[in-house]
T-cell receptor, first 112, second 114 residues
Framework: DGGITQSPKYLFRKEGQNVTLSCEQNLNHDAMYWYRQDPGQGLRLIYYSQIVNDFQKGDIAEGYSVSREKKESFPLTVTSAQKNPTAFYLC???????????FGPGTRLTVL | SQKIEQNSEALNIQEGKTATLTCNYT??????LQWYRQDPGRGPVFLLL?????KEKRKERLKVTFDTTLKQSLFHITASQPADSATYLC?????????????FGTGTRLQVTL
């Protein structure tokens, strides 16, 4: 059963701690994405990767880092430098430029 | 600057009526436009894609139009049902460059009542 998984669904962290959000896909897609969604707002692109071992900053990359060591995996680290990390984080993958994006179920991060 | 605008106010309609949602954009030359449905606390789900050279696309009760002169897409749900209640997002892929990068609107919440 193909799809994208994100874990955990809910995550609580203390201010000043780094936290890593997991994203795995078995769709064999080359491109993967991380978005942030705040209440009443659309999706804002944090980072994206079009191929293994390569990634680019999106519109709001400050305070975040990623890696793409395997095609299936694209973890996102929210660092202590991110000023307002509490949000709903969505991971997506895409087969190619003319295709749709498939989204994971999301991780809701709350920083206390 | 580039901007994608969707009506931020919720759209309330009666079951059986046609819902029409609007997506306007400025300073884009999109290669295509996509529509997604998002339920609360869940990831968006793809609905339809329409290319810049297409005027209209249909899928079951859904219809999308794309007017590159007006820089607008309309998304229609005919014979709406309470199960259609959700937030609907439009997204654009720019025509220039090679990056497969979408830009999303803020979404419009649709509420279908009995």
């Amino acid at each position: 059963d193909g799809g994208i998984t994100q874990s955990p669904k809910y995550l609580f962290r203390k201010e000043g701690q780094n936290v890593t959000l997991s994203c795995e896909q078995n769709l064999n897609h080359d491109a993967m994405y991380w978005y942030r969604q705040d209440p009443g707002q659309g999706l804002r692109l944090i980072y994206y990767s079009q191929i293994v071992n390569d990634f680019q900053k999106g519109d709001i990359a400050e305070g975040y880092s990623v890696s793409r060591e395997k095609k299936e995996s694209f973890p996102l680290t929210v660092t202590s430098a991110q000023k307002n990390p509490t949000a709903f984080y969505l991971c997506a993958s895409m087969a190619g430029r003319w295709n749709e994006q498939f989204f994971g179920p999301g991780t809701r991060l709350t920083v206390l | 600057s580039q901007k994608i605008e969707q009506n931020s106010e919720a759209l309330n309609i009666q079951e059986g009526k046609t819902a029409t949602l609007t997506c306007n954009y400025t300073n884009y030359s999109p290669a295509y436009l996509q529509w997604y449905r998002q339920d609360p606390g869940r990831g968006p789900v793809f609905l339809l894609l329409i290319r810049e050279n297409e005027k209209e696309k249909r899928k079951e009760r859904l219809k999308v139009t794309f007017d590159t002169t007006l820089k607008q897409s309309l998304f229609h749900i005919t014979a709406s049902q309470p199960a259609d209640s959700a937030t609907y997002l439009c997204a654009l892929l720019g025509a220039t460059g090679t990056a497969s990068k979408l830009t999303f609107g803020t979404g419009t919440r649709l509420q279908v009542t009995l």
